[in-house]
């Protein structure tokens, strides 16, 4: 377990890009956020942001980050278990006791900032509502965040559609704008126990159990793990055009199926990652854990491969739930997504200094 009394002074004296030391440039989240320079309550020994692993400074505004966490804890369909509204928290809060240093890049991958947004707060109106609301708000998040990588914690499965749809508009004026060709469709590459490919579900048509079924008409289907579906699923797999299935079972008789997976992928992806993709052992926090699914290092070796082999344009985690004194699955979630990050980062090593904020 990090000391974090000795993180939080690394981080403020360190040689971050942020303020100089007994200068730690606070975030909106700390008790010193607007105190005037030199008022003693500065020098409270408080408790670490509840910001992406306690990034403070410099590294945790948007000037300084070259990715950005929103948080949307929505949750209004789930089917059995709930409680994936505290997802974005307890992922939050964990990372907090991550350590910086990945000792598989050798480097503190989290050095090049993550700036992590308010939780966002959708209608009540219905889930159809909420989901348009929430599409019209990613894009505003894509385009506030300029070339920065978006990062999204639910909440439950559902919001991936709108996000997805959002992002497929965004790339398209994108592409116009710079007088490019967009590079085929978007790859969507689902990690799931689920396919998530009814027409909706008891009555909802946005409901997280359709959310892959809501984006058909713009991206293709890459889904890996998948382990529990309706005949009604299967029939839509084998008729639509631009779905390719790992099966669960399939990835432990060998790793053949990530050569398939990537090749499946067109150039630009976006990565949903379901936490009921992995083995319930791993993950049991989440509202329909199903037994098999992935494993902690095959999954980093292909992710890992996904990040370096395409364009990644943005990834969601969605579906944990926490469960009151089990905080082993929590912490895997937030150390997942800093993997991801550090792969993001390392194959993007050019990206010196963040984009523009248009
Ligand atoms: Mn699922």
Redesign the pocket.
């Given at each position: 377990m990090p000391n974090r009394s000795d993180a939080r002074t690394d981080r403020i004296t360190g040689d971050s890009a942020g303020g100089a030391a007994g200068d730690p440039c606070p975030t909106g989240d700390s008790l010193a956020a607007g105190l005037p320079a030199g008022s003693p309550l500065t020098r409270l020994p408080v408790e670490l942001p509840h910001t992406f692993m306690g990034l403070e400074g410099h590294e945790a505004t948007l000037e300084g980050a070259e990715a950005v966490i929103l948080p949307v804890p929505y949750e209004s369909t789930t089917s059995y278990g709930g409680g994936t509204r505290e997802g974005p928290r307890a992922i939050l809060e964990a990372s907090r006791y991550i350590e910086l240093y990945d000792q598989e890049l050798d480097g503190e991958p989290i050095r090049r900032g993550v700036h992590t947004l308010p939780a966002l707060e959708l209608t009540r109106a219905g889930s159809t509502a909420a989901m348009a609301e929430l599409e019209e708000a990613y894009g505003h998040f894509l385009e506030g965040i300029g070339s920065r990588f978006p990062v999204m914690f639910g909440g439950e499965?559902a919001v991936s559609a709108p996000a997805i749809r959002a992002t497929v508009r965004h790339l398209a004026q994108r592409d116009q704008a710079a007088g490019r060709e967009a590079p085929g469709r978007l790859s969507v590459l689902q990690l799931?126990?689920?396919s998530?490919l009814r027409d909706g579900y008891e009555g909802a048509p946005w409901s997280h159990a359709a959310f892959a079924y809501r984006c058909l008409d713009v991206a293709d289907f890459v889904q890996v793990g998948i382990r529990a579906v309706s005949s009604e699923e299967v029939a839509v797999m084998r008729e639509r055009d631009g779905i390719h299935v790992v099966w669960a079972d399939h990835m432990w008789e060998n790793d053949a199926w990530m050569d398939e997976a990537i090749a499946a992928l067109g150039p630009r992806v976006y990565l949903t990652v379901?936490v009921?993709?992995f083995d319930p052992s791993l993950v049991p926090s989440t509202g329909?854990p199903e037994p098999g699914g992935g494993d902690w290092y095959r999954t980093l070796r292909f992710l890992r491969r996904v990040f370096n082999e395409r364009e990644v344009v943005g990834m969601d985690v969605v579906?944990l739930a926490p469960t009151p004194g089990l905080h082993a699955p929590d912490f895997l979630v937030a150390k997942l997504v800093y993997k991801l990050l550090g792969y993001h980062w390392e194959a993007n090593p050019a990206a010196g200094s963040a984009g523009e904020t248009s």
């Open positions: 499965h799931d126990a689920h998530d379901d009921d993709y329909t579906e």
